[in-house]
């Protein structure tokens, strides 16, 4: 309590002697400094529950074990999530980009750790994920919740979100350049020119911690054997095609799988069961697939791939170069399937270290394949690294982090070119057949997601339950005329709306449409408001995006829509509260632009 109280009197003297932007860059060495520890908490305490588990200190690497522990781990996982955070769990970046765009970039202060906790159990215990995405999400609470206890504006806080997972990303690759393009290309929409300095300070910082505390066995790392050589040019394009078409089916499969455990939502452990135990079965003829995969990466860039068969059932297949050439292709493959079928049952983790390994293998594949068969002399070493910015850059729309990833893992930009060309051709052809990555698919479907649309994205920020209005009359189906003008007569609007006995909306009633019978009462006097109203021919839903809801106000030409909960009447929303809700938004987040 102490040492909290000397930190909130800290901040508050800063705060007072420094500029808002000076405060910022202090702000993004904390952030990064903290977020950089946790990442590499995280990578660290995985790489010891792994060794742990499968050393002779543990338990023996025998076959059985490479069956039941990532069940294990899914399981105690599900649990862990179900007893402490009461099934309150958010994952990956698409709970980070909801935060930013529905909750104004606040996210709940468990995340801070149960990320850590939760992928690391997964992983650690052999699930077939990559930590990256748990990173990302730690580092993002990081910092959007150091700007809430500060009391930082929903522009800054995002900015510190993105601060804390641009550090996450630069240190558990000791890549900074590339945790600065991940969060600009993947976190964030909108970005001035200000914003850079204190995303290069937080990316630098969690480099700086990596560098100083991770063992280079940790983390992945390459040494090039073979310089690019542009007679291999053409190669290379036809590895981005190819690069290119197992993207879009690494985020087909993934989302297959991800759809048919949507029904046994609820039934956590039998999900985590039946997604455990398929794992373990995968796992157990296709050893590589246990963890993350990185060190199966390094076996196959440094050209030695019969390592991968030891505890394979295939071990005495080692020495067929084409059988090994083969085993590399169906793993590569079945990869996307064991990382789907992890995080669809109920482990965590995310798909930056499957696609990596997915590129990898497709890279090694691809290039051996070739020098196999046309007797050239391709650097199999080379493609297998290029190929893995290729399909990371497909699944995670994210040309650039892949590229300067890479670039920067490898140590040096030797392979730029070829960098370019296959991540430049495989978000072309991935863009075309799937317009959004996976983390985003599902929010932009639901009208979610910001977009580089500043229109958009102050329209995604309104929430339909601020502005709906419930100041409307309701008038029953039954209601006759001369009840209805008595109605009218109390009320400040002119449309009515209409319901049955169980509060349904069946129509509207508008005052213009009845002004004339309104005089001439002796006519009408069996009228009743079910016969005056008109049906409602556009109707919003309670849970409907801000978007979709400005299409209908042009499609109707209506000032005023109503607004319904599963037909059940709620109220009405108007052009005239969008409209002022717009300008309070553009005020509050783009005023200092």
């Given at each position: 309590?102490?040492?909290?109280?000397?930190?909130?009197?800290?901040?508050?003297?800063?705060?007072?002697?420094?500029?808002?932007?000076?405060?910022?860059?202090?702000?993004?060495?904390?952030?990064?400094?903290?977020?950089?520890?946790?990442?590499?908490?995280?990578?660290?305490?995985?790489?010891?529950?792994?060794?742990?588990?499968?050393?002779?200190?543990?338990?023996?690497?025998?076959?059985?074990?490479?069956?039941?522990?990532?069940?294990?781990?899914?399981?105690?996982?599900?649990?862990?999530?179900?007893?402490?955070?009461?099934?309150?769990?958010?994952?990956?970046?698409?709970?980070?980009?909801?935060?930013?765009?529905?909750?104004?970039?606040?996210?709940?202060?468990?995340?801070?750790?149960?990320?850590?906790?939760?992928?690391?159990?997964?992983?650690?215990?052999?699930?077939?994920?990559?930590?990256?995405?748990?990173?990302?999400?730690?580092?993002?609470?990081?910092?959007?919740?150091?700007?809430?206890?500060?009391?930082?504006?929903?522009?800054?806080?995002?900015?510190?979100?993105?601060?804390?997972?641009?550090?996450?990303?630069?240190?558990?690759?000791?890549?900074?350049?590339?945790?600065?393009?991940?969060?600009?290309?993947?976190?964030?929409?909108?970005?001035?020119?200000?914003?850079?300095?204190?995303?290069?300070?937080?990316?630098?910082?969690?480099?700086?911690?990596?560098?100083?505390?991770?063992?280079?066995?940790?983390?992945?790392?390459?040494?090039?054997?073979?310089?690019?050589?542009?007679?291999?040019?053409?190669?290379?394009?036809?590895?981005?095609?190819?690069?290119?078409?197992?993207?879009?089916?690494?985020?087909?499969?993934?989302?297959?799988?991800?759809?048919?455990?949507?029904?046994?939502?609820?039934?956590?452990?039998?999900?985590?069961?039946?997604?455990?135990?398929?794992?373990?079965?995968?796992?157990?003829?296709?050893?590589?697939?246990?963890?993350?995969?990185?060190?199966?990466?390094?076996?196959?860039?440094?050209?030695?791939?019969?390592?991968?068969?030891?505890?394979?059932?295939?071990?005495?297949?080692?020495?067929?170069?084409?059988?090994?050439?083969?085993?590399?292709?169906?793993?590569?493959?079945?990869?996307?399937?064991?990382?789907?079928?992890?995080?669809?049952?109920?482990?965590?983790?995310?798909?930056?270290?499957?696609?990596?390994?997915?590129?990898?293998?497709?890279?090694?594949?691809?290039?051996?394949?070739?020098?196999?068969?046309?007797?050239?002399?391709?650097?199999?070493?080379?493609?297998?690294?290029?190929?893995?910015?290729?399909?990371?850059?497909?699944?995670?729309?994210?040309?650039?982090?892949?590229?300067?990833?890479?670039?920067?893992?490898?140590?040096?930009?030797e392979l730029m070119i070829p960098l370019m060309i296959v991540s430049s051709i495989t978000f072309i052809l991935v863009k075309h057949f799937e317009p959004y990555s996976l983390d985003k698919k599902e929010l932009a479907k639901k009208g979610e997601l910001l977009t580089t649309d500043k229109d958009k994205n102050i329209l995604t920020l309104l929430q339909l339950s601020e502005i709906i209005e419930k100041n409307f009359t309701v008038v029953s189906s039954d209601c006759s005329i001369h009840e209805l003008i008595n109605i009218i007569s109390h009320s400040k609007r002119n449309i009515f709306p209409v319901t049955d006995k169980n509060d349904h909306l069946i129509g509207i009633i508008s005052l213009d449409d009845i002004r004339e019978l309104m005089f001439e009462l002796d006519n009408f006097e069996d009228v009743f408001a079910i016969e005056l109203m008109n049906k409602a021919k556009y109707v919003v839903q309670v849970n409907?995006?801000?978007?979709?809801?400005?299409?209908?106000?042009?499609?109707?030409?209506?000032?005023?829509?109503?607004?319904?909960?599963?037909?059940?009447?709620?109220?009405?929303?108007?052009?005239?509260?969008?409209?002022?809700?717009?300008?309070?938004?553009?005020?509050?987040?783009?005023?200092?632009?």
């Amino acid at each position: 309590m102490r040492l909290q109280k000397i930190y909130h009197i800290s901040i508050l003297w800063l705060k007072k002697h420094l500029s808002s932007k000076q405060f910022i860059l202090f702000s993004s060495v904390l952030v990064g400094l903290t977020s950089g520890m946790a990442a590499i908490l995280l990578k660290t305490l995985v790489y010891y529950i792994h060794n742990f588990l499968t050393s002779d200190f543990g338990f023996s690497f025998q076959q059985y074990l490479l069956f039941i522990l990532p069940l294990v781990g899914i399981l105690l996982t599900v649990g862990y999530i179900k007893i402490f955070l009461k099934d309150k769990f958010g994952k990956g970046s698409a709970h980070i980009l909801y935060s930013i765009a529905k909750k104004s970039s606040f996210i709940e202060k468990q995340t801070m750790y149960s990320h850590i906790i939760t992928s690391a159990i997964t992983v650690g215990f052999g699930g077939s994920a990559g930590l990256e995405a748990p990173i990302v999400v730690t580092g993002s609470a990081i910092g959007a919740n150091y700007g809430r206890v500060n009391l930082l504006s929903y522009k800054e806080r995002t900015l510190l979100l993105a601060c804390g997972a641009a550090s996450g990303i630069a240190a558990v690759f000791n890549a900074p350049v590339a945790g600065v393009m991940f969060a600009l290309e993947v976190l964030l929409t909108e970005v001035s020119i200000s914003a850079f300095i204190p995303l290069i300070i937080s990316s630098a910082v969690g480099a700086l911690c990596s560098k100083i505390i991770l063992q280079e066995n940790i983390l992945l790392h390459f040494t090039l054997q073979q310089p690019f050589n542009y007679f291999n040019v053409p190669f290379y394009i036809g590895l981005g095609l190819l690069t290119g078409f197992v993207s879009i089916y690494y985020t087909r499969i993934f989302s297959g799988i991800e759809g048919l455990f949507k029904p046994t939502e609820k039934r956590n452990i039998i999900k985590a069961c039946v997604g455990g135990l398929v794992l373990g079965l995968l796992i157990l003829i296709f050893p590589p697939l246990f963890g993350e995969g990185y060190e199966s990466i390094k076996v196959l860039a440094n050209g030695i791939p019969e390592q991968m068969f030891r505890n394979s059932l295939f071990d005495k297949f080692s020495n067929n170069e084409w059988f090994v050439l083969f085993f590399i292709l169906v793993v590569g493959l079945v990869k996307v399937v064991a990382a789907s079928l992890t995080i669809s049952s109920g482990g965590n983790g995310g798909n930056f270290a499957p696609s990596l390994f997915v590129g990898g293998f497709i890279g090694f594949f691809y290039s051996k394949f070739i020098n196999l068969t046309f007797l050239t002399r391709l650097p199999v070493s080379n493609f297998t690294i290029v190929a893995m910015a290729g399909i990371l850059c497909g699944v995670m729309h994210a040309p650039l982090t892949g590229i300067f990833l890479i670039a920067e893992i490898t140590g040096g930009y030797e392979l730029m070119i070829p960098l370019m060309i296959v991540s430049s051709i495989t978000f072309i052809l991935v863009k075309h057949f799937e317009p959004y990555s996976l983390d985003k698919k599902e929010l932009a479907k639901k009208g979610e997601l910001l977009t580089t649309d500043k229109d958009k994205n102050i329209l995604t920020l309104l929430q339909l339950s601020e502005i709906i209005e419930k100041n409307f009359t309701v008038v029953s189906s039954d209601c006759s005329i001369h009840e209805l003008i008595n109605i009218i007569s109390h009320s400040k609007r002119n449309i009515f709306p209409v319901t049955d006995k169980n509060d349904h909306l069946i129509g509207i009633i508008s005052l213009d449409d009845i002004r004339e019978l309104m005089f001439e009462l002796d006519n009408f006097e069996d009228v009743f408001a079910i016969e005056l109203m008109n049906k409602a021919k556009y109707v919003v839903q309670v849970n409907e995006s801000m978007d979709s809801v400005m299409k209908k106000f042009d499609e109707s030409g209506n000032w005023n829509l109503p607004v319904v909960d599963k037909n059940k009447y709620v109220g009405f929303i108007s052009k005239s509260s969008v409209f002022t809700k717009y300008r309070e938004k553009l005020k509050r987040n783009y005023s200092d632009e």
